[in-house]
């Protein structure tokens, strides 16, 4: 449920909506499969296509700021749906969007709805190609990351949930000048960042959703999983990007991470750990997290 | 799991685009529709010219529209028959299945020819002979 707050006693209308994201800093990017984020979002949430007759449509969400799943199965019918396009919620249009039918993630399997704890979220579906790409150009020397995401193990190792890069191709660890935001570690079951080498890896369980998190501060990067820390590790190299690939790698889209995403929120900055947290144990209340 | 065809990147664009084009033709898409191509092509790293075609594994459904028309992903077969892939009789055997097809769901790997079926890769294949980058090289660079 998005929360919902009593600004003042009102004669008539609904209560103001209050998103996750209203009380923290301006976010670079914000997407979610399954709610409002923001209260001056009033766009769609996602853009489907039905396998029946590879028709799209544009979803968005509920009087609570929910996915409006209703919209979502009676357009997709028996059949399955995917994810041509995840609307970028800040207000900066950085969509991420897929043109390629056979890579984009899937959202509903034989008129079942794609969840994580009962939450609707973007599968892989268990091959290594699902993304979707967006544009963001940022010459800052920090970022952060959060997401609500599920780590299979049977994908290739240093699989990507979020990545960016100068350009798609460019090769990351030649130039240092861009990074992995969000993977994963080697065939361990954790997460971490990549500058040339894995930062600060945190451990998360294969199979269970969970809040992660990365954040270079400009010296180090700190991996989070449900809010607890990693060791920062130090990075170096100059920092820079203009493209990003969620579900997968910038370089080729051959190191895409199995398992679920079902949101994905980046900053340009280092959050502060009270901000941070905050969104954090948001995710951890709405989608039932266990910590 | 899927497999590989090895092509010419541009022959491979053109492949995936006219399969999606025959299922959700361009008349009928909505503007705002995002979706142009069917199946992803993943160029070589030392020359992009040159890329694997993804095939999975399990049937790739093709609803192909009764609006569709054929012409397009003709020209493609007639190609392949020139380059001598497939020979005449493969060519207007593909083109019959498209075209008869109309208004029903097939795998789209009925409306590929033999020859480059036959020439698919497995995986562990297409990375061994550097069509696509070995992960674990790629997690290794620069350390």
């Not at chain 1, 400009?218 to 690939?245: E, I, K, L, Q, W």
Request: hydrophobic fraction near 40%.
């Amino acid at each position: 449920m998005g929360r919902l707050l009593f600004l003042s006693p009102s004669a008539s209308g609904p209560p103001a909506f209050v998103g996750p994201l209203d009380d923290l800093p301006a976010p670079a990017a914000a997407y979610s499969v399954a709610r409002r984020l923001l209260a001056a979002y009033e766009g769609p949430l996602i853009r489907v296509r039905r396998s029946s007759d590879n028709a799209e449509l544009d979803i968005g969400y509920d009087a609570a700021g929910d996915l409006d799943a209703t919209a979502l199965l009676t357009f997709c019918g028996v059949g399955d749906g995917f994810l041509p396009k995840l609307y970028d919620q800040s207000g900066n249009v950085r969509d991420g969007s897929e043109a390629t039918a056979g890579n984009q993630l899937r959202l509903v399997a034989s008129g079942v709805l794609d969840t994580q704890n009962s939450k609707p979220t973007a599968n892989s579906n268990f091959t290594s190609i699902k993304s979707l790409d967006f544009s963001w150009s940022h010459s800052g020397n920090s970022l952060t990351a959060v997401a609500v995401a599920t780590l299979t193990n049977n994908g290739p190792p240093y699989a990507r949930f979020v990545s960016v890069s100068t350009a798609y191709g460019a090769f990351d660890y030649d130039n240092v000048s861009s990074a992995l935001i969000l993977g994963r570690n080697g065939t361990t079951e954790s997460h971490a960042g990549y500058r040339i080498d894995p930062l600060g890896a945190k451990s998360m369980t294969y199979d269970v959703p969970a809040s992660i998190a990365g954040k270079f501060d400009g010296t180090n990067y700190t991996a989070y999983t449900n809010g607890a820390a990693g060791t920062p590790t130090a990075s170096n190299g100059n920092f820079g990007f203009a493209v990003g690939r969620i579900m997968n790698y910038t370089f080729s889209k051959v190191q895409g991470v199995q398992g679920k995403l079902s949101e994905l929120v980046l900053w340009g900055s280092a959050l502060s750990d009270g901000n941070r947290g905050a969104i954090e144990a948001d995710q951890i209340e709405y989608y039932g997290i266990v910590p | 799991m899927s497999t590989f065809i090895p092509l010419a990147t541009d022959e491979a664009e053109k492949l995936s685009r006219e399969l999606y084009a025959i299922a959700r033709p361009v008349s009928v898409r909505d503007p705002r529709d995002v979706t142009t191509h069917l199946v992803g092509w993943i160029p070589r790293a030392d020359d992009p010219a040159q890329c694997v075609l993804e095939l999975p594994d399990e049937v790739v459904d093709l609803p192909i529209h009764a609006q569709s028309s054929v012409t397009e992903l003709a020209k493609i077969y007639a190609a392949a028959q020139t380059k001598g892939d497939i020979a005449k009789s493969e060519k207007d055997a593909l083109e019959a299945v498209a075209a008869t097809s109309k208004g029903q769901a097939i795998d789209a790997k009925q409306l590929l020819p033999a020859k480059w079926k036959a020439e698919a890769l497995t995986r562990e294949q297409a990375i061994a002979d550097g069509w696509l980058p070995d992960p674990e090289k790629l997690a290794d660079v620069g350390r």
